[in-house]
């Protein structure tokens, strides 16, 4: 049994993690946490979640959550995840991150963490998503320089980062995979007359609405053809139940930075 402290507690993801861990044998929540002065403090953390009291109140102490856990879960956001994953270092408890919209440098601090204790880092943590990817490199080797890329992506009109971490993530696989650096090839903006596109880019559009929960399609577009490959998210549960795969799998494994390929064991062949 891995004892779990959740921080977001009251987020949208908090609350289905939360949720879908009571229903986990292999989990136990023991903490859960949001900043101080947040409404939801002291209350049930079960209760806010929807699924029922479970004895755990929200906290504004990650210290006090984390007394009797294994491991925290973070799904907040870039600067809150390294300042949890700080106390989580001193602490020597694992994380598994689902946090997205780290910088380059915010990605470096959190690598360097992860040198002091196991650290799951993943911007999609669903089954569906972590086999596109596979298929994502596998696409791009196949196909070559000869098709453009283009990436769009659609979310809530709630999230803050833009674009999502998953097309990020996307977008780096299919650059390394054609050998190209992301950071140079990435275009996030046409407007006016900027020309005609080049072949290397790899063009990054967002859509912010309503309530989609996440949707992204990578488009290989060439002469006479185009493959499109989509995932949709239908709800949150599927990215709730990858972390609880994660937060299970961590158990007893040494400091480093993993992936969800590596907890589906599909970085394997
Ligand atoms: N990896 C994956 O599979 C997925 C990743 N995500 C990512 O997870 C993150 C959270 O998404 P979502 O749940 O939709 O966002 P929410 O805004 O619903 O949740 C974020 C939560 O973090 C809370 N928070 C802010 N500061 C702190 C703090 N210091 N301590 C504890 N909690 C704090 C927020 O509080 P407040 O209510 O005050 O804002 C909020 O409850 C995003 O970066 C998103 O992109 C989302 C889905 C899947
Ligand atoms: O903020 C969200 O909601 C989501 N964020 C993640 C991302 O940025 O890739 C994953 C998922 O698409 C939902």
Same mark, same amino acid.
């Given at each position: 049994?891995?004892? *779990?402290?959740?921080?977001?507690?009251?987020?949208?993801?908090?609350?289905?993690? *939360?949720?879908?861990?009571?229903?986990?044998?292999?989990?136990?929540?023991?903490?859960?946490?949001? @900043?101080?002065?947040?409404?939801?403090?002291?209350?049930?953390?079960?209760?806010?979640?929807?699924? +029922?009291?479970? +004895? #755990?109140?929200? &906290?504004? &102490?990650?210290?006090?959550?984390?007394?009797?856990?294994?491991? !925290?879960?973070?799904?907040?956001?870039?600067?809150?995840?390294?300042?949890?994953?700080?106390?989580?270092?001193?602490?020597?408890?694992?994380?598994?991150?689902?946090?997205?919209?780290?910088?380059?440098?915010?990605?470096?601090?959190?690598?360097?963490?992860?040198?002091?204790?196991?650290? #799951?880092?993943?911007?999609?943590? $669903?089954?569906?998503?972590?086999?596109?990817?596979?298929? !994502?490199?596998?696409?791009?080797?196949?196909?070559?320089?000869?098709?453009?890329?283009?990436?769009? %992506?659609?979310?809530?009109?709630?999230?803050?980062? &833009?674009? &999502?971490?998953?097309?990020?993530?996307?977008?780096?696989?299919?650059?390394?995979?054609?050998?190209?650096? =992301?950071?140079?090839?990435?275009? =996030?903006?046409?407007?006016?007359?900027?020309? %005609?596109?080049?072949?290397? %880019?790899?063009? @990054?559009?967002?859509?912010?609405?309503?309530? *989609? #929960?996440?949707?992204?399609? #990578? =488009?290989?577009?060439?002469?006479?053809?185009?493959?499109?490959?989509?995932?949709?998210?239908?709800?949150?549960?599927?990215?709730?139940?990858?972390? *609880?795969?994660?937060? $299970?799998?961590?158990?007893?494994?040494?400091?480093?930075?993993?992936?969800?390929?590596?907890?589906?064991?599909?970085?394997? +062949?």
């Amino acid at each position: 049994m891995t004892r *779990i402290a959740v921080t977001g507690a009251a987020g949208r993801m908090g609350g289905r993690i *939360i949720t879908l861990a009571t229903e986990s044998d292999q989990l136990h929540l023991v903490g859960a946490v949001e @900043m101080a002065g947040h409404p939801k403090l002291g209350q049930d953390a079960g209760h806010v979640a929807g699924c +029922g009291e479970l +004895g #755990v109140a929200i &906290s504004d &102490s990650l210290e006090e959550a984390l007394t009797g856990a294994d491991l !925290l879960i973070d799904f907040t956001f870039p600067q809150v995840t390294l300042a949890n994953a700080a106390v989580c270092a001193r602490l020597g408890k694992g994380m598994v991150v689902g946090s997205t919209g780290f910088t380059p440098e915010e990605r470096e601090q959190l690598q360097g963490f992860a040198e002091q204790i196991p650290v #799951v880092f993943a911007p999609n943590m $669903s089954v569906g998503v972590n086999v596109c990817f596979k298929l !994502l490199k596998e696409i791009a080797r196949t196909l070559g320089d000869g098709f453009d890329v283009e990436i769009v %992506e659609l979310h809530h009109n709630k999230k803050k980062d &833009s674009p &999502s971490g998953t097309a990020v993530r996307m977008g780096e696989i299919v650059a390394e995979a054609l050998g190209r650096d =992301y950071n140079q090839v990435a275009n =996030y903006h046409r407007e006016g007359m900027c020309g %005609e596109r080049t072949t290397e %880019e790899i063009g @990054m559009q967002t859509v912010r609405g309503g309530d *989609i #929960v996440g949707e992204h399609t #990578v =488009y290989f577009i060439g002469m006479g053809e185009r493959i499109e490959l989509t995932h949709r998210a239908m709800n949150r549960d599927m990215f709730a139940r990858g972390a *609880i795969r994660a937060a $299970s799998w961590l158990g007893g494994k040494p400091a480093g930075m993993y992936d969800m390929q590596a907890v589906l064991g599909l970085d394997e +062949g």
